[in-house]
C-alpha cells in the first residue's frame, strides 16, 4: 500500500511521516492553508531526499510559478490535474501523479497511475469510493478525499486502491499536523492493506 502524507507544513510532520514509513509525502503550492513557497518547501524538505518522494502539489498552475517551483523546490513528482497537463511546458524526466475528481469526464486514455479525489482538494470531502472502485480496476488509483484513521481501512476494503493520501484527516487544525494522528493513519492502511493480502492468498 502506496501511503502519501500531503500538505506538509511543519519539520515535526515531516519528521513523523518519515518515522512512521510513509512513501510519499506533499508540498502545496496552491491556494490553501498548506500552501508553501518554493523556498520553504525546499527548506522542510531537506530531511526527506532520498528517503520518500517529495510531491509538489498543485492545481491550474501558471507556467511562470510552475517554473520556479520546479527550479527552486525540485520535486520528485508533479500533481496536478490530469487537465493542466497538456499545457504546461515539463521536463521529460519528471514524474507526474495527474488528478481525475468525482464527477469530471474522464480522459480517453488514463494514465498508468491518477490520484482520484472530490471537486476540491484539502476539504476533508470524502471523494466517491464506487467511482474509484471501478477505476482502481483500470489503472494503479491513490485515493484522496476525506481520509483518516478512522475510515481508511474501509475504504481500502471498497475500493482496493494502489495507494492512498491524507491531508485534513491528519491535522491538529488547518494546515497543521498531528503527529500523532499521521502515526495512526499509517498504521491503520498498513494493517488493512496486509488484511486485503492475506484474504487475497487464501
Known amino acids: 500500500m502506496w501511503i502519501k502524507i500531503c500538505g506538509m507544513t511543519t519539520p515535526d510532520a515531516i519528521a513523523t511521516a518519515l518515522e512512521a ?19 520553504a518547501a525546499a527548506q ?3 530531511p526527506a531526499r532520498a528517503r520518500v518522494r ?27 490535474d490530469e487537465s493542466d497537463l497538456a ?5 521529460a524526466s519528471l ?8 464527477g469530471a469526464a474522464l480522459p480517453g486514455r488514463l494514465p498508468q497511475r491518477i490520484l482520484f479525489e472530490g471537486p476540491d482538494s484539502g476539504t476533508g470531502a470524502s471523494s466517491d469510493w464506487q467511482a ?7 489503472t494503479e488509483l491513490i485515493l484522496a478525499g476525506g481520509l483518516d484513521a478512522g ?4 475504504a481500502i476494503a471498497a475500493v482496493q486502491p494502489y495507494g492512498v493520501d491524507v491531508s485534513s484527516g491528519v491535522e ?3 494546515g497543521v499536523k498531528s503527529p500523532l494522528k499521521i502515526l495512526k493513519f499509517v498504521a491503520a492502511a498498513r494493517a488493512a492493506a496486509a488484511l486485503r493480502s492475506s484474504k487475497e492468498s487464501v
Do not use: K
Not at 34 to 39: A, C, D, M, S, V
Not at 132 to 138: D, F, G, N, Y
Open 87 to 91: 499545457s504546461l511546458a515539463l521536463p
Open 172 to 174: 491538529a487544525r488547518p
Open 44 to 46: 522542510l524538505a531537506r
Open 54 to 80: 517529495c510531491v509538489a502539489v498543485t492545481r491550474h498552475p501558471a507556467q511562470s510559478a510552475l517554473d520556479e517551483m520546479l527550479r527552486v523546490f525540485r520535486p520528485d513528482v508533479l500533481q496536478t
Open 21 to 39: 514509513g510513509a512513501d510519499a509525502i506533499g508540498f502545496v503550492f496552491a491556494q490553501s492553508p498548506r500552501q508553501l513557497t518554493p523556498e
Open 95 to 102: 514524474e507526474l501523479l495527474p488528478v481525475l475528481r468525482a
Open 151 to 154: 475510515n481508511v481501512a474501509a
Open 132 to 138: 474509484a472502485q471501478r477505476l482502481a480496476r483500470r
